[in-house]
């Protein structure tokens, strides 16, 4: 049967039929075109869905359980459309019980693009190491770094960067992240001004001096002010150090 319109031969049925019959409904070179093409398109959504979550592979993020208390500080690997792996860099507390997942929520800052991210997923432990993260997805994005942080009561000093009186003020560290401390004074500061911070952030830990920067006062009262620091000319070391103090401190905590 022979199809025609407008004076158009458009095909033969039974020809074509005879003709990629030895090839099969669609043949092997359309086969190949088609299965390529699903195969990039999937590559694409999967490229795209990384761009939504704003998460790339080699990113430091801080994991923290359904309680807020935070259980590693790991890099992101191999990550592909919502499932990527967990390379732990601090020693960290499986909260789970056996290999099933457990919801999480994850901090990371993009310094390709100066901003951090927050996302939601479910972890599992793996025999080598890592850890595998699934089902993620982005819960917001925003302009300053997202650090843990830690609620703590310390006695510490500081020491005003550029001031004629070498006289160490005494003052409190009421919370303590990797990026810096919030600290209540009964002294007067002001928004930019630098200090040495020496407090000992552990009984028996030799103590810490941290050169900070006032960014933000939190809370002004005739007596009493809060203050939001952050640290400055930290090196890996330094940051590391930190988050050791603060497992320590969450598990002291857990008793």
Sequence with gaps: MVLIKAGVRLCSVSGWIKSEGNRGFMGQSNKRRFFGLFGRRQKEQDEVQEEDLELYNGMQVEVTGEDGQILLVAQVLNLEGDQAQLKPQTEGDWPGEGGEPVPVTLRGYSSQEGKAVVLKGAVRPREDGLWEIERLSLVKRTNDRAFFRIDTNIDAGVTLVGSFSEQQEQCKVLNLSVGGVCVGSKQRHNVGDK????????????????????????????????????????????????????????????G
């Design 195 to 254: 200090f040495i911070l020496q407090v000992q952030l552990l009984p028996g830990m030799e103590s810490s001096l941290m050169f900070c920067q006032v960014l933000r006062i939190l809370e002004c009262k005739a007596d009493y002010f809060e203050y939001g620091c952050q640290f400055l000319q930290m090196t890996a070391a330094d940051e590391e150090r930190i988050l050791q103090v603060i497992f320590d401190l969450q598990r002291k905590r857990r």
